[in-house]
Nanobody, 122 residues
Framework: QVRLVESGGGLVQTGGSLRLSCAASGGRYAMGWFRQAPGKEREFVAVINWSGTSTYYGDSAKGRFAISKDYAKNTVYLQMNSLKPDDTAVYYC??????????????????WGQGTQVTVSA
């Protein structure tokens, strides 16, 4: 069973940047990020396919966030720039399928991280 370990959350001011990391213990999965703010539905943020050659972003992430993968380390990164208070949420790493389509469309992903808090102050 694959295990995901996240890091990199924290407190940042509006306009600042953060980079989240998610290391997978194994497997050949597409990996990505969701987020959930208090009182809101879980929201898809970004995904990268297993080979690291294809990415897909949710509307809130387009133009500001970038997902990438270190294939040798089986680690995915989410670079978040121009952060806004609306980006405040717990960010969860997830793994499942191999393509970005698999990841977005599957009703049940294979593994989830523990979540990391991102807080953007006004």
């Amino acid at each position: 069973q694959v295990r995901l370990v996240e890091s990199g959350g924290g407190l940042v001011q509006t306009g600042g940047s953060l980079r989240l990391s998610c290391a997978a213990s194994g497997g050949r999965y597409a990996m990505g990020w969701f987020r959930q703010a208090p009182g809101k539905e879980r929201e898809f943020v970004a995904v990268i396919n297993w080979s690291g050659t294809s990415t897909y972003y949710g509307d809130s992430a387009k133009g500001r966030f970038a997902i990438s993968k270190d294939y040798a380390k089986n680690t995915v990164y989410l670079q978040m720039n121009s952060l806004k208070p609306d980006d405040t949420a717990v960010y969860y790493c997830a793994a499942g399928g191999q393509s970005t389509t698999d990841f977005v469309q599957t009703p049940s992903l294979t593994a989830w991280g523990q979540g990391t808090q991102v807080t953007v102050s006004a």
